[in-house]
């Protein structure tokens, strides 16, 4: 009786010694696991276990982690292959179309027919909106592809909505709308990228001026919560969930846009830190920044 007391206390403890051991190779697994999803890199994750299922667990990993990582550089490098794209397409309008409005300019110095001049207004319609199209993209290729040259300075987002907000004024006003604006009588100082925070209330304004129902409600908290506000009809909570995707646009009769400025303000808000998010409650467009 005691011979096998002897032994099956041999076997726990040599079953106890057994899980401790694979514990510990799970432990470091997981931590490799972690690690090497952190990195940019080829090696894989190595286990000092002799277990095998460990040992296939392990292999199984390292094959998911390789086809991850092929299928990432794929994704970068048509990413990049597509913004390099942009910007020569965008560079290679830009020109003939800056000659075309130059010799739109000096047929407006002609004698013309009212006709003439009706079809010639309609055309140089036509060109100004193409130009401010080919400006988006090579902006949006320039933004996506090069870092901030900036230093992070301290911003104050009183200031900085405020005068953003009438330089804007008189479209706003053109369009109809009447802005509510409830900014915070406390100054709200946050050290980040000036021209990132302008182009950021820039862009956020003209999505409203697209499409607010006659609108707009914006406010800063003393806590650094800035929301734009505004009906918007024509949207839906799909629409609104691809809001920030480059390229979406809700196509409507009185919108037409390249779908890039709400892009351009998710990256440059990631670029600060900011957690910037839209949602759709009650027929309105809330988008809002925290700062």
């Given amino acids: 009786m005691k011979y096998l007391l002897a032994i099956a206390i041999i076997v726990i403890i040599l079953l106890l010694i057994k899980i401790i051991a694979m514990k510990k190779s799970v432990r470091n697994l997981r931590a490799d696991f972690v690690a090497r ?113 900036e230093e992070l300075t301290e911003v104050s987002l009183n200031r900085v909505l405020e005068d953003t907000l009438m330089n804007y004024y008189a479209a706003l006003v053109e369009k109809g709308i009447e802005p509510e604006i409830d900014i915070c009588d406390e100054r709200v100082v946050r050290k980040l990228y000036p021209s990132y925070v302008e182009r950021i209330f820039s862009n956020l304004i003209s999505n409203a001026l697209k499409y607010s129902d006659g609108d707009l409600r914006v406010s800063l908290s003393a806590e650094g919560t800035v929301v734009f506000a505004n009906k918007a009809s024509s949207l839906s909570n799909v629409a609104v969930e691809k809001l920030f995707d480059r390229f979406f646009t809700v196509e409507t009769a009185m919108n037409e846009s390249t779908g890039l400025g709400l892009s351009i303000v998710k990256t440059f808000a990631q670029r600060m830190n900011c957690l910037i998010g839209a949602k759709y409650e009650g027929g309105s467009l809330i988008i809002e920044i925290n700062f």
């Avoid at 009706?118 to 060109?127: D, G, N, Q, W």
């Avoid at 199209?133 to 902006?139: G, K, N, S, V, Y």
């Fill in 37 to 149: 999803g952190k990195l940019d890199t080829n090696s894989l994750i190595g286990i000092d276990s002799r277990d095998k299922d460990l040992r296939e667990l392990t292999d199984d990993i390292n094959k998911t982690l390789t086809e991850l990582r092929e299928a990432f550089h794929k994704y970068n490098l048509g990413d990049n292959e597509l913004k390099t794209a942009i910007t020569n397409v965008a560079h290679d309008i830009r020109t003939p179309l800056t000659a075309i409005m130059g010799y739109l300019e000096l047929m407006k110095k002609q004698e013309m027919t009212p006709e003439t001049e009706k079809y010639l207004a309609i055309i140089e319609e036509r060109c100004q909106h193409m130009k401010k199209l080919t400006e988006e993209l090579f902006e949006y290729s320039v933004v996506s592809t090069s870092e901030t040259k």
